[in-house]
């Protein structure tokens, strides 16, 4: 047996941080919490201390583009590994890697290389399979998707493509359009999670939406719908459904600039964080050190801007994703929307396991679920990272 004994950290619970405590594990899994010093190692128990630091389930990024130089669209098989590595070391202990809209081709071979790294990986975080945003998206609000891939849902299209990999397991789309709702109900059917993304829905296609399956938003209040005039009448939009509709879950891109301090703390006042995930909506340029201006970027397949910590498309009129980690979200909500600790970890580990139907055994640190752990200082600064019981990153 592989046993390992976590002591000294302060642990963060669903609820709660437990000021001093420890945390068992065995063969992979959680086997005790426990609150003060009590327990003591047993023999054939490896001790980890944690020193003072914060003992925390790991986080789970369910929408990610790319990292450290590397995109899940367009990337060898030893590329995806690496690009999953590179956010594990801030503390993603499992991901949803994300596919933009681009050819059905690279989209085959990326879902392809993708799966095939979810069976090679070794000393990483678990992917826990693919998230499709797009193509079937509303034009008016494509944001940084190519426009030349843009389209309306086809369905012997997307049918081949769920018949042909068992990893898709979310897909961003805009319900209003054409073909979309059948869609909905043929993916959810299988078990695929269904996210309102880059579009302009009224308030009652969102609700209709949801009601066919939609249950989150993709990253709210970019390319999403709110109120607009038609014929001198107000009409809501995605937005003001998100926050009606009690159980439709939404991501948000915590990064501290996609949104600002009054939208992070109006989103957690009125959904909670029972109902918010945390997302970096990372591309490959996430996690390099010193990047700044025009590069290329393998997710967008064009020149982008990095600059002020975020991506820009050229000519600075939208952004592009993200360069986060999603230890830089959890810092941000705290910081900056004044959010307490644990509810912020909460909104990057539990929320989003909930969200893709992981949360029986990922998101909390629980008896018998996944050993996914992580320890990190009160500037949310990550030190060792635990998978699956053992330890696959360390600070020096």
């Known amino acids: 047996m592989n046993k390992k004994l976590i002591t000294n950290g302060k642990i963060i619970t669903l609820e709660r941080v437990i000021p001093e405590g420890s945390v068992s594990v065995c063969d992979g899994v959680i086997t005790g919490v426990y609150e003060g010093t009590g327990r003591l190692p047993e023999p054939d128990e490896t001790v ?4 003072g630091k914060y003992i925390s389930p790991g986080f789970l990024d369910i929408h990610v583009h790319g990292g450290g130089g590397y995109a899940f669209l367009r990337s060898s098989v030893d590329d995806v590994i690496s690009c999953c590595k590179v956010h594990m070391r801030h503390g993603t202990t499992s991901l949803v890697p994300t596919i933009s809209s681009a050819t059905n081709e690279l989209t085959r071979e990326s879902i392809g290389n993708i799966k095939e790294a979810t069976s090679k990986m070794t000393g990483g975080p678990e992917i826990l399979g693919v998230h499709l945003e797009g193509p079937y998206f509303a034009m008016s609000q494509r944001g940084a998707q190519p426009a030349e891939y843009v389209r309306n849902p086809i369905k012997e299209e997307y049918m081949n493509m769920i018949e ?6 979310r897909w961003s789309l805009a319900p209003e359009l054409p073909g979309a709702l059948e869609m909905a109900r043929e993916l959810t059917k299988r078990g695929i999670r269904m996210s309102i993304g880059h579009s302009d829905a009224l308030f009652d296609e969102a609700i209709k939406a949801y009601e066919c399956g939609f249950t989150t938003v993709t990253h709210l209040y970019s390319c999403t719908s709110t109120v607009r005039r038609i014929n001198a009448y107000r009409y809501a939009g995605i937005i003001e459904a998100a926050f009606l509709l009690d159980d439709m879950t939404v991501e948000i891109i915590a990064d501290g600039k996609h949104l600002p301090a009054s939208l992070l703390k109006l989103i957690y006042k009125i959904k909670g964080p029972d109902r918010i995930c945390l997302v970096t ?115 020096s």
């Open 48 to 51: 980890i201390d944690a020193r």
């Open 281 to 395: 909506d990372a591309i490959d340029a996430a996690g390099l050190e010193g990047v700044t201006g025009e590069l290329y970027s393998q997710t967008l397949g064009s020149n982008i801007i990095i600059e002020d910590d975020v991506a820009k498309l050229p000519d600075r009129s939208a952004f592009a994703g993200s360069v986060a980690t999603t230890d830089r979200l959890v810092r941000t909500m705290i910081r900056l929307a004044d959010v307490p600790l644990y509810q912020a970890v909460k909104m990057m580990s539990a929320t989003p396991a909930k969200a893709v139907g992981m949360f029986s055994r990922k998101g909390s640190l629980s008896i018998g679920k996944d050993a996914d752990i992580i320890i990190f200082d009160d500037n949310i600064d990550v030190s060792t990272v635990i998978v699956g019981g053992e330890v696959t990153f360390e600070k």
């Open 164 to 169: 042909g990999f068992d990893n898709i397991l």
